[in-house]
C-alpha cells in the first residue's frame, strides 16, 4: 500500500510541475505575440523568448536543471518546419511582412518539459492557411485519450487535412502533412520519450496510456510532406546511453561535462555553450561528441523550396477519463 501511494503521489507531483511549466508558457505566448513582428530579428526574438521563460520560471543558474527552458527555441521560417534556432555569431535573419514563423519553445519544471507551439504570419494570404492548421491540431486533441490507438489518430489527422486546399494568387494547393513529423510522448528530461504520433495513416499499434504525456503537433504543408535536412546545425541532445560515459580527451570531457551539468537530457543549442563558457571551441568539439554518438543533433528540416508550413502544438496529459490539455490558451 505504501509503495501504491508512492506512485500516486509522484504522478501528482508530476503533474503539477507540468502546470506550473504550462502556466509559465501561457504567460511567455501572450508576451510573444506583442514582441513578434515584421523587422525584428530570429536572434532578438530567441533571446527575448529565453529571457522571459527564465525570468517567469525564477530560474536559479546554481540549480540549472531545476527548472527553465525546455529546449531550444524553435523559429521556422517558410519551407522551415522545425529545429532551426540562430547560431553564435550566425548572420542576422530579419522576419518579413511575406514570412510565415513557427515559434516553438519549451518550459520544464524537475524535468517535467510543456512543449507547445503556434504560427504567425503578418501576410494575409497566409490566413485561411494558418487556420486550417490551428483547427487540424485542435481535432488531433479531440482524438487523444486513455487507451487510443497511436495509429488511428495519424489516420484520422491526414485524412482531415488532406481534405483541405488553398488559393494563394489564383493558385490553388492541396494540403498535406509531413509525413515523417509526428507528435511524441514526453517523459521526464526526455522530450521524445518513444511513442509517437502519426500524422499520416500507417500501421502502428501503440495505445495512448493513463498517466502519459503527449505533444500533438500536425505540420501541414504546400509542398511534397518529406523532410530534407540542412545545415547549420544548432540542435543537439546528449544521448542518454552516454551519461556515464568516460572520455579521455581534456577539452571533450569538459565540454561533456558542461552539458550534462546545465541539460542533463535535455535539448540544447550551439549559442548556449558560447554564453556558459566563451573559451572553447564549441562548434569542433560538438562534431567530434556527434561522431564518437555521445550527442545526438538534429539538423533543421525544410520541405521544398516555395512551399510554406504551418504548426500548432499542444502537450496534453492522460487521464483514467479523458485528456487534460495544458497548453490550451485565448490565441490557440
Known amino acids: 500500500m505504501n509503495n501504491e501511494h508512492n506512485i500516486h503521489r509522484t504522478e501528482e507531483n508530476t503533474l503539477l510541475n507540468a502546470i506550473k ?7 511567455v505566448s501572450k508576451c510573444v505575440y506583442k ?21 517567469e520560471c525564477n530560474f536559479n543558474m546554481n540549480e540549472p536543471l531545476l527548472k527553465g527552458i525546455g529546449f531550444p527555441i524553435g ?33 520544464h519544471y524537475e524535468g517535467t518539459i510543456i512543449d507547445s507551439a503556434f504560427t504567425l504570419s503578418y501576410n494575409p494570404l497566409y490566413e485561411e492557411f494558418i487556420n486550417i492548421s490551428k483547427n487540424a491540431t485542435n481535432y488531433a486533441v479531440s ?8 495509429g488511428e489518430i495519424g489516420k484520422d489527422i491526414e485524412e482531415y487535412v488532406k481534405s483541405k486546399e488553398i488559393e494563394i494568387n489564383g493558385k490553388i494547393y492541396k494540403l498535406k502533412t509531413m509525413s515523417d513529423l509526428s507528435g511524441h510522448k514526453i517523459a521526464q528530461y526526455e522530450i521524445h520519450a518513444g511513442k509517437a504520433v502519426p500524422n499520416i495513416s500507417i500501421n502502428y499499434s501503440q495505445r495512448m496510456l493513463e498517466n502519459e504525456f503527449y505533444a500533438i503537433e500536425p505540420f501541414i504543408t504546400t509542398g511534397n510532406g518529406y523532410s530534407i535536412l540542412k545545415t547549420p546545425n544548432s540542435h543537439y541532445m546528449l544521448n542518454k546511453n552516454c551519461l556515464n560515459n568516460i572520455i579521455n580527451n581534456s577539452s ?23 554564453k556558459l563558457d566563451n573559451n572553447m571551441n564549441h562548434d569542433i568539439l560538438l562534431q567530434k561528441l556527434t561522431d564518437k554518438k555521445i550527442l545526438n543533433v538534429y539538423p533543421p528540416i525544410y520541405d521544398i523550396e516555395n512551399s510554406i508550413i504551418s504548426q500548432f502544438e499542444h502537450t496534453i496529459f492522460i487521464k483514467s477519463n479523458g485528456i487534460i490539455n495544458l497548453t490550451k490558451n485565448e490565441n490557440y
Open 252 to 274: 571533450e570531457k569538459k565540454l561533456y561535462e558542461l552539458i550534462k551539468k546545465n541539460y542533463l537530457t535535455l535539448p540544447f543549442c550551439q549559442k548556449w555553450l558560447y
Open 75 to 107: 523559429l521556422s521560417i517558410n519551407n522551415c518546419a522545425a529545429h532551426y534556432t540562430p547560431n553564435y555569431n550566425e548572420t542576422q535573419i530579419i522576419l518579413k511582412n511575406s514570412d510565415i514563423i513557427k515559434i516553438d519553445y519549451g518550459v
Open 21 to 27: 511549466a504550462a502556466n509559465v508558457h501561457k504567460k
Open 143 to 150: 482524438l487523444c485519450g486513455p487507451d487510443v490507438i497511436l
Open 35 to 55: 514582441y513578434v513582428k515584421p523587422g525584428v530579428s530570429l536572434n532578438d526574438i530567441a533571446n527575448f523568448i529565453e529571457t522571459t521563460i527564465l525570468s
